[in-house]
């Protein structure tokens, strides 16, 4: 019952409008676009070859590739135009290690966000508590941050391998028919790669959105407090210096400030032999002094 009410609360779920759970909820769902443009491509080329000798030729030669692109594992049979003989063929190149780089950190930072924003609407007391929940925070963030712009770059020069690897003039060259001037090989359809330039967009819009979340993240941490707190202190160590040094000491009175009762009540200042050879007093004993000099 504690949890529904919880839940129920008109306030449980403002925490989302502030910037630090607001861009949590903004990778959450990146991540799962970065991870599942890249994670669940597959894709294709066809290609034609036609023999000097027709019936030796194969206009329609699929070659099927996907994630995590193991070109060099794709195999295809090919006509050699010598006859009835074919020969198998394989993609070059194997681009799975920036792919599931890629991928892995998408699904970590999917994980990570989705348990960070949870724990700012439902936890957010605790995680305040102390320092340790901001402090690793901001650690997750920054580390996250590094291996976005780390992942993003190399899954983009590995994307730029495959599809050199995957360009069908460049698979012709692979076929020993296409090599004789008297054989004809064109490419019939090019692989889309539309979703695969979307995931490198995602990955560097990751990158930018947990870098930004540094500094909203940082203002949590003790850190933050502990330079926020140190101004006032020195302005109180100026203020205490101008109380005990500067305008207090004996520029104004024996006793220092103008709040002392020693101003008029000594013979500093006013109680010294004057022009008419009498000495004045302005607060000792009242009239009886003054009763005393008549």
């Given amino acids: 019952m504690e949890a529904v009410n919880q839940l129920a609360s008109p306030g449980t779920f403002r925490a989302v409008k502030e910037p630090l759970a607001f861009l949590r909820v903004l990778e959450w769902l990146f991540a799962i676009f970065a991870f599942a443009t890249c994670g669940g491509y597959s894709g294709g080329l066809r290609l034609s070859v036609d023999c000097a000798n027709k019936s030796e ?122 090599k004789q001037q008297s054989n004809k090989c064109m490419p019939v359809r090019s692989p889309v790669m539309s979703s695969l330039n979307t995931s490198v967009v995602f990955g560097f819009l990751n ?29 109180e160590k100026q203020s205490s210096s101008y109380n005990q040094g500067g305008y207090n000491q004996d520029n104004y009175g024996p006793t220092g400030g103008y709040n002392q009762p020693a101003g008029f009540g000594q013979q500093a200042n006013y109680g010294q032999v004057g022009e008419y050879g009498q000495q004045q007093s302005y607060s000792q004993s009242g009239p009886t002094s003054f009763a005393n000099q008549i």
């Fill in 207 to 235: 990158f930018i959105l947990w870098a930004g979340n540094i500094w909203f993240v940082f203002k949590e941490t003790g850190w933050h407090s502990s330079g926020q707190r140190h101004p006032p202190d020195t302005m």
């Fill in 57 to 178: 030729s194969d206009l329609s030669i699929d070659i099927a590739f996907a994630y995590p692109f193991r070109l060099h594992q794709v195999n295809f049979d090919a006509p050699t135009c010598e006859g009835k003989r074919r020969e198998t063929l394989s993609l070059i190149g194997d681009f799975s290690s920036s792919a599931e780089f890629f991928v892995t950190i998408a699904v970590f930072a999917f994980l990570y966000s989705l348990a960070a924003t949870v724990v700012y609407i439902f936890f957010q007391n605790k995680y305040r508590e102390n320092n340790r929940g901001p402090l690793i925070d901001f650690i997750v963030t920054v580390v996250f941050s590094f291996l976005w712009l780390v992942g993003s770059s190399a899954w983009a020069k590995g994307l730029s391998d495959v599809k050199i690897a995957t360009d069908p003039d460049e698979v012709l060259l692979l076929m020993s028919a296409c």
